[in-house]
C-alpha cells in the first residue's frame, strides 16, 4: 500500500504500537525462544519444551513470524490423522542476528540500544524544559569506561554484523585501498574494523585509536587474530592527544566511522586527521546526518535527538564535506550507505592534496 492510501494517523498509530513489537522480541530473547527453533517445532513442543502457556506461546510466535524473524510452514501431524500442524522455524535474519552462536549474533546489542532509546524518552520532557544536564568532571572519565564496557560488548557485535562488512564494501570502492599501507582506525573501539581490513588487505599495517580503557580491548582482539605484528594500538582523546603514526610513517588511510559526534570541537579533530594523513591519502568518515527530507530527517532524529539534547553534535546534510573542503581536503565523494542498522549513515571519502 502506497503512503498515500494510507490513514493520515496510520503512522502515529505505528507509534503507539511500535512497544509491542519491541516487547515481543525482548521476550524471545529473554525466554530464549529462538535457540530451539534452530530446528522447526510447533507452539505446544515449543512450550513444553521451555516450560511456557501452549496457546500465548503461539500468539506470540506468530507476530515474531509477522515481524520477518521466524519462519512459518506445515508439517504432517505425527498421528497422520489430524492433518497437518503448523511449525516455526527461524528466518533467515533470525538465524544470523538472534542465534546467540551465531559470529553475527546482535542479541545484546538490539536489547543495549532499546534500554538506551526507552530511557532517552523518558528525559525527552525535562530535556525540552530544562536543557541538558551539566555533566561532572569525572564525566570524561566515565565515559572512557563505558565504551570500553561497550568494546566488549555491543560494540563488538555491530561490528560483526554490520560496521565490519561496510567498511569491506567500502573500501572496496576505494581504488588507493589496495596500494595502501598505514592504516589509523580512529575511534576504532574493539578494533574489527582495523583487524578485517588487514585480513582483506595483506599489506596492511595500522593502528587502532581510542581511549586507554577502550584499545586494551582491541590489543586483545588483535593479538587473538595473530595481527599483533601488523597492527598496534594508541590510547588518548582524540581532542587533544596525537593520534600516531605507522612506524613514523603518515597514514594513508584514515576510517572513522561514528566517532565525531563524540568530540567538542569537530573541526579541529579533522584538522588533526589532515596534519596526519601524508599527500594523497584518504580520510572516510562514515556518520550520521540530517536530511532535508522529513522522514529521512526522523529517521536519523529518533536515534540521534538524545545526543543532540545532551549537547552534542549531530550535523546536516553536507555539513561534513562542507568543513572537510575548507580546510583543505580535496576530490570529496560523498554516499548514503544503508549498510548501517540504524539510519543510512553518510559517508565521506576526502584526500590531502599531493
Ligand atoms: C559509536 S563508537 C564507534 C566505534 C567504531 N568507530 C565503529 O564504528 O564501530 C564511538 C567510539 O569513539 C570513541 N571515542 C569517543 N570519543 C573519543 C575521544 N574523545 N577520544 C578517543 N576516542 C573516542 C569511543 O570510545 C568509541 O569507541
Not at 580491548?217 to 601488523?230: F, H, S
Not at 532535508?292 to 536515534?303: I, M, R
Not at 540504524?342 to 599531493?354: D, E, F, H, T
Amino acid at each position: 500500500m502506497s503512503p498515500e492510501q494510507m490513514h493520515p494517523l496510520q503512522r502515529y498509530w505505528a507509534l503507539a504500537a511500535a512497544p509491542i513489537q519491541a516487547e515481543a522480541l525482548s521476550a524471545a530473547l529473554a525466554l530464549g525462544i529462538f535457540e530451539p527453533l534452530a530446528e522447526p517445532r510447533t507452539p505446544d513442543e515449543l512450550a513444553a519444551q521451555l516450560d511456557l502457556d501452549s496457546r500465548n506461546t503461539a500468539h506470540l510466535l506468530e507476530l515474531l513470524w509477522g515481524m520477518g524473524l521466524l519462519e512459518r510452514s506445515a508439517r504432517l501431524a505425527v498421528d497422520h490423522i489430524g492433518g497437518s500442524v503448523t511449525v516455526y522455524g527461524l528466518a533467515e535474519v533470525g538465524r544470523a542476528y538472534f542465534l546467540a552462536v551465531s559470529p553475527t549474533w546482535s542479541g545484546d546489542a538490539w536489547r543495549y540500544r532499546e534500554a538506551r532509546l526507552r530511557q532517552a524518552a523518558g528525559l525527552l520532557r525535562d530535556q525540552v524544559r530544562q536543557g541538558a544536564q551539566a555533566e561532572g568532571g569525572q564525566a570524561l572519565e566515565r565515559m572512557a569506561e563505558q565504551w570500553a564496557a561497550a568494546a566488549r560488548g555491543q560494540l563488538a557485535q555491530d561490528q560483526h554484523a554490520a560496521t565490519v562488512p561496510a567498511a569491506l564494501e567500502i573500501v572496496s570502492r576505494l581504488p588507493e585501498f589496495a596500494a595502501a599501507t598505514n592504516l589509523l582506525d580512529l575511534g576504532g573501539g574493539p578494533g574489527w574494523v582495523a583487524i578485517e581490513l588487514a585480513r582483506r588487505q595483506g599489506g596492511l599495517s595500522g593502528v587502532v585509536f581510542d581511549f586507554p580503557e577502550a584499545v586494551t580491548v582491541a590489543a586483545e582482539n588483535i593479538a587473538a587474530a595473530g595481527l599483533a605484528d601488523r597492527l598496534s594500538v594508541l590510547g588518548g582523546d582524540v581532542a587533544v592527544d596525537a593520534i600516531g603514526s605507522v612506524g613514523g610513517s603518515d597514514y594513508d588511510l584514515i576510517w572513522c566511522s561514528s566517532v565525531l559526534h563524540f568530540v567538542p570541537d569537530t573541526e579541529a579533530v579533522l584538522r588533526k586527521i589532515l596534519a596526519a594523513l601524508r599527500p594523497g591519502g584518504a580520510l572516510i568518515c562514515a556518520h550520521a546526518e540530517i536530511c532535508d527530507e522529513p522522514a529521512a530527517a526522523a529517521e536519523v532524529l529518533q536515534y540521534y535527538l538524545p545526543m543532540l539534547m545532551q549537547g552534542r553534535h549531530v550535523g546536516h546534510r553536507g555539513d561534513m564535506a562542507a568543513v572537510l573542503r575548507r580546510i583543505g581536503f580535496c576530490r570529496i565523494e560523498t554516499f548514503a550507505s544503508a549498510l548501517f542498522p540504524m539510519a543510512p549513515l553518510q559517508v565521506v571519502v576526502a584526500r590531502k592534496v599531493a
